[in-house]
């Protein structure tokens, strides 16, 4: 999913330069994202797995900062920060929210030969109604964001969900506000459909970088 909306919005870069991050990531992107949000996500589902109670998020909250202030490399520091700046933008905007957190699901959705993975950091229901959120720092332009959470719409459709636009939403941790899927679930099939094309044919004349790491077989966008 990551790889297809960051093929078409990556703009004077080779084909090659932009696919071969994705083809020889040993986990792959979701992985990433969930392995850096580890502290927020787990704050979020012990809020809401403890019936919205303040304090985990006060804790986390603390604990977070002083990590941070105590970390000896930038890297650290710099995700602990993250991580915090995620827990007060999720409380913020749906700390009254009473969610209740399902296992996550990842999800399919093919186009030609192109096989798209996509995956929310959380799932979750309300009152009977699901919604599928991401977290992250939308350092590109709106239509990755747009194309991303398309993407991760039609792959829940393709799976059988039956999620609303307005239901699948990216938190942007960078302003503390969330972006909303837009437009019908055809929006981008040509831009999608196209770009699948080129991805395909490129895929297999990609090489490794100078230290592979190991990849897939077939092309997973």
């Not at 992107?29 to 392995?35: L, Q, T, V, W």
């Not at 699901?105 to 959380?122: H, S």
């Not at 999608?192 to 897939?216: H, L």
């Amino acid at each position: 999913m990551s790889c297809l909306a960051d093929f078409i919005t990556s703009y004077g870069r080779s084909a090659e330069s932009r696919l071969r991050p994705f083809k020889f990531s040993k986990r792959g992107e979701g992985f990433a994202r969930a392995s850096y949000y580890q502290y927020a996500l787990r704050t979020i589902r012990a809020y809401h797995s403890q019936e919205n109670d303040p304090d985990v998020f006060e804790q986390a909250l603390l604990e977070m900062r002083t990590r941070a202030d105590k970390a000896t490399e930038g890297r650290e520091r710099t995700k602990f920060d993250h991580n915090a700046e995620a827990v007060d933008a999720y409380r913020r905007l749906y700390g009254k929210r009473k969610f209740k957190i399902l296992s996550n699901r990842r999800l399919e959705y093919r186009i030609g030969g192109i096989v798209i993975t996509a995956q929310p950091d959380l799932w979750a229901e309300e009152r009977g109604t699901q919604v599928l959120l991401r977290i992250g720092i939308a350092k590109h332009n709106t239509s990755y964001v747009d194309m991303l959470l398309a993407l991760l719409r039609k792959a829940a459709v393709s799976s059988g969900y039956k999620i609303r636009a307005k239901n699948i939403v990216y938190l942007n941790v960078a302003n503390g506000k969330e972006m909303i899927c837009s437009g019908p679930l055809t929006r981008f099939n040509r831009t999608f459909g196209a770009a699948t094309k080129e991805i395909a044919s490129a895929w297999p004349t990609i090489t490794p970088p100078s230290t592979p790491t190991g990849g897939p077989s077939e092309a997973r966008a």
